[in-house]
T-cell receptor
Framework: GAGVSQSPSNKVTEKGKDVELRCDPI?????LYWYRQSLGQGLEFLIY????????KSGLPSDRFSAERTGGSVSTLTIQRTQQEDSAVYLC??????????????FGPGTRLTVL | AQSVTQLDSQVPVFEEAPVELRCNYS??????LFWYVQYPNQGLQLLLK??????LVESINGFEAEFNKSQTSFHLRKPSVHISDTAEYFC?????????????FGKGTKLSVKP
């Protein structure tokens, strides 16, 4: 079956603009995560969605970052008033919540964001 | 709080040589342990994981890792590497029984295999 997909694969924007990054998780996976991969910082957790529960936003670096998940499937990460330090690869992962591989997160290819 | 340390940011080795990528973690609670691999221009893929049971876990492509609770380590080893093993390797932990389940990653080790 299809894996986790993300779009766009690359995004170049100007400082101060808003951007939206999209994640399509694996069908049937109820858990969805956003991570950020940047030079010198490694992979950082941003936000976690589980079914219809309130998301865990504890990893979001500032209030310019927000995310939503519609219908328990597709998720959008929004960064408002982008700054150069937001430049990174944004990774999405999904996970099933039952079955033998429920601990495994499946990652998408990422969106490379460059803020000029 | 949990943390993961990968001491080596880069490891260059020659083809067919053995390699060990080190991973140490810090946690006051039990954790699950993972190694992910990221090939050039690709996403993260799970390489192997320790959840419970035997402390030695193996992947299908010859890598193995051993969970050492007393040393809080989960080093990744391969007795003979190939050019195709060139990639970045990430060690990660997840809190056992944690409701969120987010992974806490090390900063990665770039393995470069030379002919």
């Amino acid at each position: 079956g299809a894996g986790v997909s993300q779009s766009p694969s690359n995004k170049v924007t100007e400082k101060g603009k808003d951007v939206e990054l999209r994640c399509d998780p694996i069908s049937g996976h109820t858990a969805l995560y956003w991570y950020r991969q940047s030079l010198g910082q490694g992979l950082e957790f941003l936000i976690y969605f589980q079914g219809n529960s309130a998301p865990d936003k504890s990893g979001l670096p500032s209030d310019r970052f927000s995310a939503e998940r519609t219908g328990g499937s597709v998720s959008t990460l929004t960064i408002q008033r982008t700054q150069q330090e937001d430049s990174a690869v944004y990774l999405c992962a999904s996970r099933r919540t039952g079955g033998p591989s429920y601990n495994e997160q499946f990652f998408g290819p990422g969106t490379r964001l460059t803020v000029l | 709080a949990q943390s993961v340390t990968q001491l080596d940011s880069q490891v260059p080795v020659f083809e067919e040589a053995p390699v060990e990528l080190r991973c140490n973690y810090s946690s006051s609670v039990s954790v699950y342990l993972f190694w992910y691999v990221q090939y050039p221009n690709q996403g993260l893929q799970l390489l192997l994981k320790y959840l419970s049971g035997s402390t030695l876990v193996e992947s299908i492509n010859g890598f193995e890792a051993e969970f050492n609770k007393s040393q809080t380590s989960f080093h990744l080893r391969k007795p003979s590497v190939h050019i195709s093993d060139t990639a970045e390797y990430f060690c990660a932990v997840k809190i056992y029984g944690g409701s969120q389940g987010n992974l806490i990653f090390g900063k990665g080790t770039k393995l470069s295999v030379k002919p």
